[in-house]
Structures are given as C-alpha cells and as structure tokens.
C-alpha cells in the first residue's frame, strides 16, 4: 500500500502531526541550534551545512517524495494552540513484501522534552502505522544509556529485543544501541529483559 499522492496529517490531543514545509525553516532553525548540547549526545554529527536553508529545503523535497512513494513519512510535530513547533518523528525504511515493517527515529528539542509530547506523537504514529500504512513490525534503537528514549518506547508498546553492536555513528562514535520493537496484535506479554 503506497501513501499515494493525499498529504498525511495526524492529529493527537495536543498536536498537529503533518510533513514539513519550506515555511517551517525558521522555526526548525531555531529549535535544532537552541536545542543543539541536548541533542548532540543522541544523533549523528550534524554536517557543515545541517542549518542552512538549502539542507532544508532539500530535506523538505525529500519528504514529500519518500511520502508520495511510500518509502519514509517525515512528521513534523506542531502544537495545535499555538503553532510551536516542538520536533519530529520519521518512519523510514518502510519494507513491504513479507516484512511489512518500518524503523522509527525520533527527535523533540531541549524546551519541550518530558512533557509527554513525545509518548502522545508516538502512540499516534504507531497506531497510524498499524491501521492505515498495514505494517507489521515497528522498530525503533536508542543508545543504552538514554533512558529517557527507553521510558517512551516502552510506554508506546515497545517491547526489548536485543543489543546491536556497532549500530549507528552517533556524535561521531559507533555506537552500539538497544533495540526494541512494537508488533500489531503483539501477544509477547511484559518483558523484564533490558
């Protein structure tokens, strides 16, 4: 099942969760530099070019064609009260065929973190994920000792599976990471593992 041309737009209690837009620069800016030491132990280096508006704009023409073609959907997570922009959520690598699954990763800036917005945009993507996209299989990896992206994983349904050695470059490192997974219909029960 491909997304097809219809913009996907997901509405949760508090927020607007939708693809990015050229208009969205200013306040993506200015989240990721404000938000820049709270995100760096967590995400791969940032190149020269991470801020400029060209690296934007291309970010936003690759949305809309991974979303058109069904391969990723970049979210974009706005506060519906007062348009704040407070991060984003991507399910990428999106497998069909057999596999049915998709990875998420997942982002909110320094301002807004704890405060349940992350755990409201998740729920509402996973369940997107599982009734209109058909996948299967979600997978989602954090670095073991960020417990805080453990916390809402596990809150969302994610259930430990294993560790991956080596997994991503994280500031500049290989890093291994947890992995976790949430199934549709999952019947594995609580896991203590992890």
Known sequence: MFFGRRRVRIETERM?????AHSDYRD?????????????????SWSPDHLTRKAFTNRVYWAQRAQSGGT??????VRRDD??????????NIRRGPAQA??????????HARQGYMAEALRAVIHHCFTELDLSRLESA???ENLASRGVLEKCGYKYEGVAQSYLQINGRWRNHVLYANLRGDRRGRTEAG
């Open 16 to 20: 607007s969760l939708r693809l990015p």
């Open 28 to 44: 993506w800016v200015s989240l990721r530099e404000q938000s820049r030491a709270f995100l760096t132990p967590w995400e791969p």
């Open 72 to 77: 990723a959907l970049p979210l974009f997570l």
């Open 83 to 92: 348009e704040t922009f407070l991060g984003a959520v991507t399910v990428d």
């Open 102 to 111: 998709a990875t998420i990763g997942y982002w909110i800036g320094a301002n």
């Open 142 to 144: 954090c670095l073991p």
